[in-house]
């Protein structure tokens, strides 16, 4: 049972923008510095997207921009295209459960 | 190139153990600690287990209630996940992923995940 949430399901045109939220606590997000983004493509593993809220690993597309504020994180995808239909994840650790904890899940669809 | 391969998925009854592998090439695993994550049908990620570089410090989900034991043989490159009294809720795949290190760490890179099906 993910304490991390996110909108299920977003849409949008090809060039559009779209913003993802993630939604937590006192105990995870607000508790460390950072949140991190996972890509899962269909039928494929989860990818690192983002690390440490706004970085980008080699060979992620400068589209993909990340922030957070206070028990909340965003994940913002500018220029969509259709590679990018997909589901995203955010991710903290909550302190109170001892335990990494992933948002529920956005489906992209383009 | 940095890569995870896991195995030893398969369909198991319920009440029934498992072991998972996860082979580890491109780094040198024995320097990072690594998870499991799994993933059931249709559904979103779930953190199932960690552990540290040297295998001295072991991380549960709580909801596993000791079910679940992760170890490392870094001789051979190589993370387990031995899993008993499996239900047909730890029907998921299931993907080991590397240490990032960070406030918190994330996960990175993820293998391909093996397949466990509990059915009767």
């Known amino acids: 049972q993910s304490v991390l949430t996110q909108p299920p399901s977003l849409s949008g045109a090809p060039g559009q923008t779209l913003t993802i939220s993630c939604t937590g606590s006192?105990?995870?997000?607000?508790?460390?510095?950072?949140v991190h983004w996972y890509q899962q493509l269909p039928g494929t593993a989860p990818k690192l997207l983002i690390h440490?809220?706004?970085n980008r690993p080699s060979g992620v597309p400068d589209r993909f921009s990340g922030s957070k504020s206070g028990t909340s994180a965003s994940l913002a995808i500018t220029g969509l295209q259709a590679e990018d239909e997909a589901d995203y994840y955010c991710?903290?650790?909550?302190?109170?459960?001892?335990?990494?904890?992933f948002g529920t899940g956005t489906k992209v669809t383009v | 190139q940095v890569q995870l391969v896991e195995s030893g998925g398969g369909v198991v009854q319920p009440g029934r153990s498992l072991r998972l592998s996860c082979a580890v090439s491109?780094?040198?695993?024995?320097?990072?600690?690594m998870h499991w994550v799994r993933q059931a049908p249709g559904r979103g990620l779930e953190w199932v287990a960690s552990?540290?570089?040297?295998?001295?410090?072991?991380y549960y989900g709580e909801w596993l209630k000791g079910r679940f034991t992760i170890s490392r043989d870094n001789s051979k490159n190589t993370l387990f996940l031995q899993m008993s009294s499996l239900t047909i809720e730890d029907t998921a795949v299931y993907y080991c992923?590397?240490?990032?290190?960070?406030?918190?760490?994330?996960?990175?890179?993820w293998g391909q995940g093996t397949l466990v099906a509990v059915s009767s």
């Open positions: 992923a590397r240490v990032g290190y960070g406030d918190p760490n994330w996960f990175d890179p």
């Open positions: 491109g780094f040198t695993f024995s320097s990072f600690p």
């Open positions: 552990i540290s570089y040297d295998g001295s410090d072991k």
């Open positions: 006192s105990s995870n997000i607000g508790a460390h510095d950072d």
């Open positions: 440490e809220t706004n």
């Open positions: 991710q903290s650790y909550d302190s109170s459960q001892s335990a990494y904890v």
